[in-house]
């Protein structure tokens, strides 16, 4: 027992360590810099029916990814329903399916572009080049109403979701262990399986192809509200002073906030040649994602400073960030240039990477000349 004991004391301490490396290297913007959730997946070589089913061999051979937590990060409460999901691809589509655990499986809404979140939902968020701005997001329910729409940007840089976008060709469905709507019995779950085509995921008909070892950002979220019986339906619970109780957030990758708008807090996909059943469970960060975060320390300390002095800040010291630093084995440096209303941040390393930042969140590469 007393070796038990011990390891987990070294445990707590490990994770303690950790926790104060991260609140020191990022202050009181430490919960926006946990690590995202990273899914490798194989390509499918075989038909998938979208039945809501999953039952070919190919999705037998698919991993889970881990539960579904508080969209704020693990310190949260647990979900009290279990969510997990999984992922495959192949030269047309992105193949999603999702498993909700549930007891009242319940949804009224079944019109297109219906606002879905209004009632239980399971949401999808995919930026496939990575920038965090031009973005797509489908919410179905439980009848397979889909709510599908477009953002130029994130909400808090202005962004207008452009709800008359559809996904041309995207299919879905629903298969459910239970009954829809019937608050007398006890359901155990539903599922969601997607087919979404990769040419779907444009305005203007230019879209990302992805090959073999190409990394997207992507997020699930599932949106569960309390609910009470009135005249034998389903009705969002309200507090003593008829306040509609806030829904809960199940997410894959945590955001640290409640908003999924943060698409640089989104998790990882990267698309493998391999099988799924050939496949590891993970794979590395990739180097420009762990300096893009330095480039975030900016944007959220500029946000602050432009909220209280009404203009950006031209010094990072000024900010509290170091021009200079280290990442792995990577040295980097950071500089910043403030015009009127906008500002660019820019990072570059030894090795030949260049990346930069501005007011509105726009992630961009760059040539290092």
Not at 79 to 92: A, E, N, S, V
Not at 143 to 167: H, Q, S
Not at 269 to 293: C, D, G, N, V, W
Request: with cysteine; hydrophobic share 35%; aromatic share 12%.
């Amino acid at each position: 027992m007393r070796i038990i004991r011990n390891a987990v004391i070294l445990t707590l301490l490990i994770i303690s360590n950790l926790s104060l490396s991260v609140q020191a290297q990022w202050g009181k913007y430490a919960h926006l810099f946990t690590l995202p959730n990273t899914y490798l997946a194989g390509q499918s070589r075989e038909s998938i029916i979208i039945d809501g089913q999953a039952n070919e061999p190919v999705w037998e051979d698919a991993a889970w990814t881990s539960e579904f937590i508080d969209i704020q990060g693990a310190n949260m409460p647990q979900p009290t329903y279990p969510t997990r999901i999984k992922m495959l691809w192949d030269d047309t589509n992105l193949y999603i399916f999702a498993e909700l655990e549930e007891e009242n499986i319940w949804a009224y809404y079944d019109k297109q572009d219906m606002i879905v979140y209004h009632e239980n939902d399971f949401e999808v968020f995919i930026d496939p080049d990575g920038d965090t701005h031009n973005y797509y997001e489908f919410e179905v329910n439980t009848r397979n109403t889909l709510f599908d729409l477009f953002l130029d940007k994130p909400y808090r840089n202005g962004g207008k979701p452009d709800i008359e976008w559809n996904a041309k060709g995207f299919r879905s469905a629903i298969y459910l262990d239970g009954t829809l709507n019937d608050p007398t019995d006890t359901d155990k779950k539903w599922c969601v399986e997607m087919a979404v085509p990769f040419a779907s995921l444009t305005t203007d008909g230019n879209f990302i192809q992805p090959e073999a070892g190409a990394i997207w950002k992507i997020n699930f979220s599932r949106v569960q509200w309390q609910t009470e019986i009135i005249d034998g339906k389903y009705t969002r619970k309200t507090s003593d002073d008829e306040k509609l109780i806030p829904e809960d957030n199940w997410v894959w990758s945590p955001q640290g906030v409640i908003n999924m708008h943060f698409p640089e807090r989104w998790g990882l996909i990267q698309f493998s040649s391999k099988s799924p059943k050939a496949t590891q469970a993970s794979f590395q960060l990739p180097e420009a994602e762990l300096m893009a975060r330095h480039l975030w320390h900016v944007f959220y300390a500029q946000r602050d400073y432009q909220r209280e002095h009404k203009t950006f800040c031209n010094k990072l010291a000024t900010l509290g960030i170091q021009t200079s630093g280290r990442e792995n084995n990577t040295n980097f440096s950071l500089k910043i240039n403030v015009s009127g209303k906008t500002y660019t941040a820019t990072l570059k390393t030894n090795n030949g990477l260049m990346i930069s930042i501005n007011q509105d969140g726009l992630i961009q590469k760059h040539t290092d000349n």
